[in-house]
């Protein structure tokens, strides 16, 4: 299961305008993410997600389901990069694959370093992170 450079389909995912001001009101409440009128006159020139929405979605509703119960303890998150911004509609697709391992087996775990990788239709990469991971084996 923990195979370097397995790779997963997690799915593909679009964001409401709804979800997006709903997830911002409770994680990340700039102008941007809570109105369409505001965000006319930002940078993105509409709504947009919160960076981490895609990825808490994706964690929450498919990794976790998928790997979750051989989870010991997180580690830490490294390189978490917003590429590109999610708009409302916008179809976001989440690959997960492993990109080291370093077993442990004095203590029958390992720590497995995740690449998250969130793509578009034109399979453009809207951001990316490592989440590094103790699992028992």
Known sequence: MFEI???????EKKFSEAEIIDFA????PLDFHLSVEAAK???FK???SSGPHPFHHFYKNHWIPKFGKSVVAGIGLDNWRFLKPVHVNENV???VSVKRTMPHPEKATITVTWLFEFLNDKEELFQHLEMIVLHKK
């Open 93 to 95: 697709r989440c690959i």
């Open 25 to 28: 009101m409770q994680y990340d």
């Open 46 to 48: 509409a709504l947009v």
């Open 41 to 43: 006159h930002s940078l």
């Open 5 to 11: 450079s397995s790779r997963y389909d997690l799915g």
